[in-house]
């Protein structure tokens, strides 16, 4: 519930800061410019964001012939959570890791690398399943979704006014206008963005997992993975579009711990810190 007030907040404030921007920049028309431009980037990330995902991983539909262990274990969660069973995909990058996508449980996707098996006994992989259908259960895959989307939206009304000013189409003539405000909106603008969606993503992953260990009865399956994983992705390297990356249980992109001030901009949260929080049994 602390995790899911935090998140609440947080896509909140990431509305109201596109909407700031648009106010400063456009006056009133510029704040409902704002509003309008949120809605159309969540619209798009809502209906696409399954399709943009499994394509971006390069992933394929998977028969319960062809992997009749994914599919058993995945039908067992899916029932345990009540949950519509989801398309199951596999992708074939090397690196251990997983993902899911989708705008709702009814259109819900799981997505595993061939890395997942190569690296991890089913006993794992388990409990990396039981994350991926916790995030669909919570509709996370959404909520990262729109804060990504609002996060390009600021990024693009940011971009839109430096554009304007560079060529003289800035408001710094208008009376009651703030020319250092809007300079510094423009600057700071994307990266609070930044900061927020970032916040967000780690807050889904602490929940994802509390959720899946909650799920099986036990943290430790999901625990002894996240060791495996996170090893997995910092000797094996991989191509991942950067947007894509907040997607997977840990960070396919890391190729070490982010560390202080690092932190404010990691998609994730540290994975020693839990691994720690699944074995102190905080999950409960």
Not at 223 to 235: I, N, S, T
Request: proline content about 6%; charged content about 15%; overall charge positive.
């Amino acid at each position: 519930m602390k995790n899911n007030l935090k998140t609440a907040a947080l896509l909140a404030g990431l509305g109201g800061l596109l909407m700031l921007i648009g106010q400063l920049l456009g006056g009133r028309s510029g704040l409902m410019l704002g509003f309008a431009m949120g809605l159309v980037f969540t619209g798009g990330a809502y209906w696409f964001s399954d399709k943009l995902a499994i394509r971006a991983a390069g992933a394929q539909a998977v028969t319960p012939q062809q992997f009749p262990e994914y599919h058993r274990v995945v039908a067992d969660l899916a029932q345990r959570a009540g949950l519509p069973m989801p398309r199951l995909f596999v992708s074939p990058n090397p690196q251990p890791n997983a993902f899911a996508t989708g705008r709702n449980p009814a259109h819900a996707a799981v997505c595993i690398n061939t890395g997942l098996v190569d690296h991890l006994s089913w006993d794992e992989i388990q409990g990396v399943l039981a994350h991926e259908i916790s995030h669909v259960r919570s509709r996370d895959i959404l909520t990262s979704s729109v804060a990504a989307a609002i996060a390009q939206g600021i990024s693009f009304a940011a971009n839109m006014a430096m554009w304007g000013a560079m060529f003289g189409g800035g408001r710094s003539d208008r009376e009651g206008d703030n020319p250092l405000g809007a300079l510094l909106l423009i600057v700071l603008g994307p990266m609070a963005a930044g900061v927020i969606q970032m916040a967000i993503s780690r807050s889904r992953e602490f929940e994802a997992d509390a959720s899946a260990a909650r799920l099986l009865g036990t943290g430790e399956p999901l625990a002894r993975a996240l060791e495996r994983l996170e090893v997995g992705a910092q000797r094996i390297p991989v191509e991942v579009n950067p947007a894509q990356a907040q997607a997977y249980i840990v960070n396919p992109l890391r190729g070490r711990a982010a560390k202080g001030m690092a932190q404010l901009f990691s998609t994730h949260p540290p994975t020693a810190d839990r691994i720690a929080r699944l074995r102190s049994g905080e999950w409960r």
